[in-house]
């Protein structure tokens, strides 16, 4: 399973001077950030979303819609010279959200949201590898051959590397959750969907999630992973 993951990935402290040509991945802690933006979220979420996050009955569900939402204005603002208050975003096809002149995908999972920023079509998923959740009960139908041969033990760290690797591929095309999860082979780092295909990477972060990048590789589109 190694050569499926990025070794060693460096974690930069976000200094916002971001080149729109590379590929970026954000990490952000919902407990912590949502202290620092708790007086001044309204003035950069548009009215509707601030309606929606007041229809959350959870209070951790409102915390992650709302820094979730406010930190993605905020790093799309940087790359597009705008301010975070005033992007207009439209609605692609699937209600995926979309931004002329950018591409982007959020994903989170316990207390942390991950934001991922590219030229070109991009998906990303994370999961907690401390969730509970039956997952061998799922194993036979949603995988491929390929997939299924390192699911043997029901390894909790191998499920959730090719199941968050078949969501951002899945995100990436904008198709969402499909019913034929087990065509899609991401054994390999190299995938072709819909006559286009995708460069698929994983990796682990604090040892308790791990996340999977699907992404249109270009020329000198480096990865850059940054901690807000």
């Known amino acids: 399973m190694k050569n499926l993951f990025i070794d060693n990935v460096n974690w930069e ?20 950030k949502f202290k620092d933006i708790y007086s001044k979220y309204e003035d950069v979420l548009s009215d509707n979303e601030i309606l929606k996050s007041e229809k959350y009955l959870q ?7 709302i820094t ?16 975070p208050a005033e992007l207009q975003f439209s609605q692609h096809y699937n209600n995926k959200p979309k931004l002329s002149g ?6 989170h999972s316990g207390d942390k949201i991950l934001i991922a920023i590219s030229p070109k079509p ?7 590898l401390t969730k509970p959740f039956d997952f061998e009960s799922i194993i036979e139908t949603c995988f491929h051959p390929d997939e299924k041969k390192y699911l043997i ?15 951002a591929v899945l995100k990436a095309t904008g198709e969402g959750l499909v019913d034929n999860l087990e065509s899609i082979n991401t054994f390999q780092n190299r995938i072709e969907r819909n006559t286009e295909y995708f460069e698929l990477k994983s ?6 999630y791990v996340a999977s990048l699907a992404f249109k590789s270009t020329v000198n589109n480096a990865i850059k992973f940054w901690i807000i």
Do not use: C, M, P
């Open 153 to 167: 033990k029901a390894d909790r760290q191998n499920f959730y590397t090719f199941w968050t690797r078949k969501e």
């Open 203 to 208: 990796f682990l972060i604090d040892n308790d």
């Open 59 to 65: 209070v951790r569900d409102r915390k992650r819609f």
């Open 13 to 32: 402290i976000t200094d916002w001077n971001l080149d729109n040509s590379h590929t970026h991945i954000f990490k952000i802690n919902i407990a912590e």
């Open 68 to 83: 979730s939402k406010y930190f993605l204005r905020l790093i799309l603002s940087k790359i597009l010279y705008s301010t």
């Open 102 to 107: 950018i591409e982007f995908n959020v994903s």
């Open 122 to 128: 991009i998906g990303i998923d994370v999961e907690s």
